[in-house]
């Protein structure tokens, strides 16, 4: 009997999972493995928010394929190909199949593990379970990557025709003698202090989590989400990516979930998912450098007692500091709070985007490399598509538009006395406009 190592890494469910359709499709046996080998991410290990998901996604999907017959094996490595090698060896199985990720080491490692496997005599293949497109499939005019996103997204439009997705099988056929597996709390995936109730009071990882979330949102808050998007204090967005992120669910699945709001702003965020990948694929360098090399000559200020304020919520600007609590409490923030908060840390207190980008990305449950870069740079002005480093947000005025109320101010702050503001919020615009300014004198 043929057997099939399905690694299972970014993607995990059962509906709509190309590399089980063709494990299946195979025939023989399959053994669904997932492999935790941080090492290999380099210092963009899975922070905090992450393995706590990450925790609770595996159990999900264990469970729902021990209901299929079969068994997911898990394994602690410091070495993917190593630990395949072993699998390979101790199953017989003659075929490794996965779902492409799109981070730079990893593409490197899984190229080099793809090459190896086939090398000796392993069958080997990856597949799109991911994206709508693949970076690598559309390109400006001039056959070059697009670096801004309205006419990548009008170009990437024409080329989407994604199939539909395919149901969870019933049955996944298990082989005669299972391999070893660790357990979940092998991994060591929970955080040690009891900091992430909150996150488990607010979210319901695993693909059923997904679906049923997808469900709620396309009956209701979709048909308003162009008005209600921005408001934080309504719960007027999807709320899916930490499932997109994790591949609890797919975006062909909500492509064809919702076909009358693929016009919408809706699916426009989806595009941005999109183009963030298309970026990181094609400037793998800028999740540590600006794509704009201008930007590292920068006069980036440096102060530990203004970055802790910030990260803690003790900023004293309302608006700022509801969002990071919400942040630390529940491991997720609206949209609209992200932006204003990294225009504070980067123009406000002109700190390196850098420092914002690893807190989200410690504390975020969607923290995703290719979306965080991009949403970090295009704060910062120093990225694809970046807002003009002019345009700074001002906290008070974001908070009189989008939150008139102050209801979601006073869900995270409370309504009692609070500190004065670490920055003049005027004056610190100014002076960032200023080092701007400098940063393009010395340019010329």
């Given at each position: 009997?043929?057997?099939?190592?399905?690694?299972?890494?970014?993607?995990?469910?059962?509906?709509?999972?190309?590399?089980?359709?063709?494990?299946?499709?195979?025939?023989?046996?399959?053994?669904?493995?997932?492999?935790?080998?941080?090492?290999?991410?380099?210092?963009?290990?899975?922070?905090?928010?992450?393995?706590?998901?990450?925790?609770?996604?595996?159990?999900?999907?264990?469970?729902?394929?021990?209901?299929?017959?079969?068994?997911?094996?898990?394994?602690?490595?410091?070495?993917?190909?190593?630990?395949?090698?072993?699998?390979?060896?101790?199953?017989?199985?003659?075929?490794?199949?996965?779902?492409?990720?799109?981070?730079?080491?990893?593409?490197?490692?899984?190229?080099?593990?793809?090459?190896?496997?086939?090398?000796?005599?392993?069958?080997?293949?990856s597949f799109n379970?991911?994206?709508?497109?693949?970076?690598?499939?559309?390109?400006?005019?001039?056959?070059?990557?697009?670096?801004?996103?309205?006419?990548?997204?009008?170009?990437?439009?024409?080329?989407?025709?994604?199939?539909?997705?395919?149901?969870?099988?019933?049955?996944?056929?298990?082989?005669?003698?299972?391999?070893?597996?660790?357990?979940?709390?092998?991994?060591?995936?929970?955080?040690?202090?009891?900091?992430?109730?909150?996150?488990?009071?607010?979210?319901?990882?695993?693909?059923?989590g997904a679906q049923?979330?997808?469900?709620?949102?396309?009956?209701?808050?979709?048909?308003?989400?162009?008005?209600?998007?921005?408001?934080?204090?309504?719960?007027?967005?999807?709320?899916?990516?930490?499932?997109?992120?994790?591949?609890?669910?797919?975006?062909?699945?909500?492509?064809?979930?919702?076909?009358?709001?693929?016009?919408?702003?809706?699916?426009?965020?989806?595009?941005?998912?999109?183009?963030?990948?298309?970026?990181?694929?094609?400037?793998?360098?800028?999740?540590?450098?600006?794509?704009?090399?201008?930007?590292?000559?920068?006069?980036?200020?440096?102060?530990?007692?203004?970055?802790?304020?910030?990260?803690?919520?003790?900023?004293?600007?309302?608006?700022?500091?509801?969002?990071?609590?919400?942040?630390?409490?529940?491991?997720?923030?609206?949209?609209?709070?992200?932006?204003?908060?990294?225009?504070?840390?980067?123009?406000?207190?002109?700190?390196?985007?850098?420092?914002?980008?690893?807190?989200?990305?410690?504390?975020?449950?969607?923290?995703?490399?290719?979306?965080?870069?991009?949403?970090?740079?295009?704060?910062?002005?120093?990225?694809?598509?970046?807002?003009?480093?002019?345009?700074?947000?001002?906290?008070?005025?974001?908070?009189?538009?989008?939150?008139?109320?102050?209801?979601?101010?006073?869900?995270?702050?409370?309504?009692?006395?609070?500190?004065?503001?670490?920055?003049?919020?005027?004056?610190?615009?100014?002076e960032a406009l200023?080092?701007?300014?400098?940063?393009?004198?010395?340019?010329?």
């Amino acid at each position: 009997m043929t057997t099939t190592l399905l690694w299972l890494r970014q993607d995990l469910r059962l509906a709509d999972q190309p590399a089980l359709q063709a494990a299946i499709e195979r025939g023989g046996s399959i053994i669904p493995v997932f492999i935790w080998s941080p090492e290999e991410e380099g210092e963009w290990q899975h922070g905090a928010a992450s393995r706590w998901w990450l925790h609770q996604s595996l159990g999900k999907l264990s469970a729902a394929i021990e209901k299929r017959g079969s068994k997911l094996i898990l394994r602690r490595a410091t070495d993917s190909l190593a630990c395949l090698r072993e699998l390979l060896a101790e199953t017989g199985a003659t075929a490794v199949y996965w779902g492409r990720r799109y981070e730079p080491l990893i593409i490197a490692r899984d190229a080099r593990i793809k090459n190896e496997l086939r090398e000796a005599g392993i069958e080997a293949r990856s597949f799109n379970t991911a994206l709508l497109i693949e970076p690598w499939d559309v390109q400006n005019l001039s056959g070059k990557p697009f670096q801004v996103f309205t006419p990548f997204w009008r170009k990437a439009c024409t080329a989407i025709e994604p199939p539909k997705p395919a149901a969870a099988p019933t049955r996944i056929a298990a082989p005669a003698t299972w391999p070893r597996t660790a357990t979940i709390e092998d991994l060591g995936l929970m955080p040690r202090i009891g900091w992430y109730h909150g996150m488990a009071e607010a979210w319901r990882p695993g693909e059923v989590g997904a679906q049923a979330l997808l469900e709620q949102f396309l009956e209701g808050p979709v048909k308003n989400y162009a008005e209600t998007r921005n408001l934080p204090a309504v719960a007027g967005t999807s709320r899916l990516s930490p499932h997109l992120h994790f591949g609890e669910i797919s975006p062909r699945q909500i492509w064809h979930a919702a076909p009358e709001w693929r016009s919408t702003q809706f699916v426009t965020e989806i595009g941005w998912r999109e183009f963030a990948h298309h970026l990181l694929y094609h400037f793998p360098r800028t999740t540590n450098e600006p794509l704009r090399a201008d930007f590292a000559r920068f006069p980036w200020r440096e102060n530990a007692d203004d970055l802790l304020a910030w990260q803690q919520g003790r900023t004293g600007i309302p608006l700022v500091d509801a969002g990071m609590r919400e942040l630390w409490a529940t491991g997720w923030m609206h949209n609209r709070v992200r932006m204003v908060v990294a225009s504070f840390l980067v123009k406000n207190l002109r700190m390196h985007w850098l420092h914002g980008a690893r807190w989200f990305w410690d504390t975020l449950v969607d923290a995703d490399l290719a979306s965080n870069t991009l949403g970090w740079q295009w704060a910062a002005g120093c990225g694809a598509d970046a807002a003009p480093y002019f345009r700074v947000f001002n906290p008070e005025s974001q908070a009189e538009k989008f939150d008139p109320q102050g209801e979601y101010q006073r869900r995270w702050l409370g309504s009692g006395p609070r500190s004065a503001p670490i920055v003049d919020l005027k004056a610190s615009r100014l002076e960032a406009l200023a080092a701007f300014q400098t940063l393009r004198t010395s340019g010329k």
